[in-house]
């Protein structure tokens, strides 16, 4: 019987610290399907049958860009690499840059090209370079689908150019635009609404690029991702905005029309942004402490945050939260490396211990010199 009453206790606790999210069918959307979750923790606020079998149409070249984003961070490449436009990726029709077979261009222009004009040769430009092949990339998104979670979800393509067995769901494109936002460079791309580029073999014929996704100019939160239409998948998007330090997510797939697909896309953000908020008690790198430090060369060192903590749900749940900062050792001596872990910052909210972060280092102190020594007796015999 106690274990019978622990385990409905727990199954409460955990309804109080998930709730359920809200059926999109509240906010009266037109979307078949559609999803809001937080950027960071992956909560999801609304649903509207988030796990339906959907083409992603253009929505797919968020993966793209995602694995784009993931070599250019591990070094593998560079925003200057020149990549010279193959026959596959100017075949590819529907929305393009209007490559020619041979230009060479840069992983930048191209990246422009995806991210703004949503132009199908530039994605598969940069998916072929990527992956060595349009099946080779295909295998890399299926691959990192995989990792991510996507349950719902089988690649074909770079591009979203409609094929039967490339589909996704609106949970899992709201998780991979998730993934993709934690690149904050990605915004420089995603954010853009208009954009100057050359083309061309001479790289001589301007063509003045226009953002697909037009929340950017008509409400003020909104700084992306990407929308995406064939007549298979309706028109759709991944649209994100940020208020204060919350930053919502909200995914709407096979609308009728651009218009509604923009309509439901605002009645998710604002439902979240009205309701909902993120409380965020520790940044990462900010110094929250100091600590003593013997025979050093300063007597004190500021102690930073290895990683930000962050906090999400309904406005007003986490008005009581509390920081202790424990220093992991009584006496430092010095020497100390920068980076190195003397502390632990705890989170609580009233009584409740909700998790810990690290506390590393500042700067590095070397050890007291003799001169030092004799002038610190200096000044305290002078004062």
């Known amino acids: 019987m106690k274990k019978i009453i622990s385990l409905i206790t727990v199954i409460f606790l955990l309804a109080g610290i998930f709730p359920k999210p809200v059926h999109a069918e509240e906010l009266t959307l037109t979307a078949k399907s559609a999803v809001l979750i937080d950027s960071i923790s992956g909560e999801v606020i609304c649903e509207k049958d988030p796990h339906a079998k959907m083409y992603p149409a253009s929505m797919t070249k968020i993966m ?3 694995l784009c ?37 840069t992983v930048e222009d191209l990246l422009y090209g995806v991210a703004v004009e949503s132009a199908n040769d530039a994605a598969t430009a940069l998916g072929i370079h990527i992956g060595g092949s349009i099946g080779g990339f ?22 979203g150019l409609h094929e039967d067995e490339h589909y996704t769901s609106a949970y899992d494109m709201a ?9 904050e460079d990605i915004y420089t791309y995603i954010s853009t609404w208009m954009k ?9 014929i301007l063509r003045r690029l226009a953002n697909t996704n037009k929340l950017l100019s008509r409400y003020e939160h909104i700084d992306g991702i990407k929308t995406g239409y064939t007549s298979q998948s309706g028109h759709c998007m991944s649209a994100t905005g940020k208020v204060g330090e919350t930053r919502l997510i909200a995914v709407v797939m096979h609308s ?20 909902y908020e993120t409380v965020i008690p520790i940044k990462q790198d900010k110094v929250y402490a100091q600590a003593d430090v013997i025979n050093g060369s300063i007597n004190r060192i ?29 006496i430092i001596y010095a020497p100390v490396k920068k980076g190195q872990i003397l502390g632990m910052a705890k989170i609580y909210d009233g009584e409740t211990l909700l998790g810990e972060v690290e506390l590393y280092a500042a700067e590095d102190i070397t050890k007291c010199k003799l001169g030092d020594y004799i002038k610190r007796v200096k000044k305290i015999v002078l004062f």
Do not use: W
């Not at 295998?139 to 991510?148: P, Q, R, S, V």
């Open 196 to 204: 100057d580029v050359y083309i061309g073999k001479n790289n001589d």
């Open 256 to 275: 009728e029309n651009s218009e509604k697909r923009f309509e439901d896309a605002i009645k998710l953000l604002d439902y979240g942004f009205s309701g």
């Open 138 to 159: 295909a295998d890399m998104m299926n691959k990192k689908a995989k990792e991510l979670g996507m349950n719902d979800s089988n690649f074909v393509n770079a591009c």
């Open 302 to 330: 500021g102690l930073a945050a290895a990683e930000s903590f962050s906090l999400f749900g309904k406005k007003g749940k986490y008005n009581d939260i509390k920081t202790q900062y424990d220093i992991s050792r009584e």
């Open 175 to 183: 998780i991979l635009s998730k993934e993709l936002l934690k690149y």
């Open 64 to 66: 793209t860009m995602l």
């Open 69 to 105: 984003m993931e070599k250019l961070h591990s070094g593998e490449l560079s925003l200057s690499d020149k990549i010279t436009i193959s026959p596959d990726a100017t075949k590819m029709g529907g929305t393009q840059l209007f490559l020619e077979t041979g230009e060479v261009r």
